[in-house]
């Protein structure tokens, strides 16, 4: 079982910045795959970044050049920065860990970024 908790998350003036944060805990059966996803109201849960164990980054075309991620292997940590941020950016942030080689896939709480003036 592996344990997932997301922090950082706030409110913020459009164009301002914000860092999240995730540490997973438990059992690590392999680097996993860590990413970073959000949930706007009444819409689905879409990717914003990714990132694999060798340090590959993908983003979404939404967030490309203002966000950045980065992890820490070592404390199995995750880190989001988001900076110029906009008021569309407003959703619940979630994080996912995932080893794809054994089919498991897991998430946090949630963490609540509301982007407005």
């Known amino acids: 079982q592996v344990h997932v908790v997301e922090s950082g998350g706030g409110l913020v003036q459009p164009g301002g910045s914000l860092r999240l944060s995730c540490a997973a805990s438990?059992?690590?059966?392999?680097?996993?795959?860590m990413a970073w996803f959000r949930q706007a109201p009444g819409k689905q849960r879409e990717l914003v970044a990714t990132?694999?164990?060798?340090?590959?980054?993908n983003y979404a075309d939404s967030v490309k050049g203002r966000f950045t991620i980065s992890r820490d292997n070592a404390k199995n940590t995750v880190h989001l920065q988001m900076i110029s941020l906009k008021p569309e950016d407003t959703a619940v942030y979630y994080c996912?860990?995932?080893?794809?080689?054994?089919?498991?896939?897991?998430w946090g709480q949630g963490t609540q970024v509301t982007v407005s003036s």
């Open positions: 996912n860990v995932n080893f794809p080689m054994y089919g498991l896939d897991y």
């Open positions: 438990g059992t690590m059966f392999t680097t996993p795959i």
């Open positions: 990132e694999t164990s060798a340090g590959s980054p």
